[in-house]
Nanobody, 118 residues
Framework: VQLQASGGGLVQPGGSLRLSCAASGSTASIIAMRWYRQAAGNQRELVAAITTAGSMYYRDSVKGRFTISRDSAGNTVYLQMSNLKPEDTAAYYC?????????????WGQGTEVTVSS
């Protein structure tokens, strides 16, 4: 299993970015996909999550600004970020849960940096 994240960059406050995370491997067994972020000096925090059943979660600070989605094949997760604020600056990580007969395994992608600054 490999997760390839992309889409980070430098953006001005109020701007938008779309992050992508493509999973390879046993993608048919994916049950949940998430985006976390970690700002310098802070703990990693959950930003948004989506399950194969369609349930979604957003942390309060991004509600109404961020949208998590999956492609039709179910192996790529996106995070559309709008009205970005300086406090959104962080390394963003995708996290994917794969289920099989013995349990659930969770994998992490490499971080993609998002910097919101004028």
């Amino acid at each position: 299993v490999q997760l390839q994240a992309s889409g980070g960059g430098l953006v001005q406050p109020g701007g938008s970015l779309r992050l992508s995370c493509a999973a390879s491997g046993s993608t048919a067994s994916i049950i949940a996909m998430r985006w976390y972020r970690q700002a310098a000096g802070n703990q990693r925090e959950l930003v948004a999550a989506i399950t194969t059943a369609g349930s979604m979660y957003y942390r309060d600070s991004v509600k109404g600004r961020f949208t998590i989605s999956r492609d039709s094949a179910g192996n790529t997760v996106y995070l559309q970020m709008s009205n970005l604020k300086p406090e959104d600056t962080a390394a963003y990580y995708c996290n994917v849960d794969f289920a099989n007969i013995v349990g659930i395994r969770s994998f992490w992608g490499q971080g993609t940096e998002v910097t919101v600054s004028s």
